[in-house]
């Protein structure tokens, strides 16, 4: 028999980019259940985007400065982190054109040692 198995998207992390926020799928917001703000981080020169979770140990010992916190909204199936002008920045930095395409999706992976969730573009 020569079956090709089919994989489950289901568990697949993905990052999805709209023109004002950027959404994860289920399985990629398990890293963000106990948290209300993240980071957002563009790195250039590799071409990817980090997502770094903030704990309440961070934000009771002010580890990191209120202007760069960004909330993040958890659905039953989702999370949301509303943001337009770090969009408009991955547009100019990335080319997306909302014009042309109503969203740009990426699977992530999530970096244990530095808590970071990487999308590569």
């Given amino acids: 028999m020569n079956f090709e198995w089919s994989t489950n998207d289901i568990a697949t992390k993905t990052l999805t980019i709209y023109e004002t926020?950027?959404?994860?799928?289920?399985?990629?917001?398990?890293?963000?259940?106990?948290?209300?703000?993240?980071?957002?981080?563009?790195?250039?020169?590799?071409?990817?985007?980090g997502i770094k979770p903030v704990t309440k140990e961070d934000l009771n010992n002010n580890v990191y400065p209120e202007t760069q916190l960004h909330r993040i909204s958890l659905g039953k199936s989702y999370g949301r982190i509303s943001n337009k002008s770090f969009v408009e920045d991955l547009c100019q930095e990335f080319g997306f054109d909302f014009k042309k395409e109503q969203s740009y999706k990426y699977r992530v992976t999530f970096d244990v040692v530095h808590q970071i969730m990487i999308a590569q573009l």
């Avoid at 799928?25 to 981080?41: I, P, S, T």
């Fill in 21 to 49: 926020n950027l959404t994860l799928n289920k399985a990629a917001c398990y890293h963000f259940e106990d948290v209300n703000f993240v980071l957002l981080g563009i790195n250039k020169k590799d071409k990817q985007i």
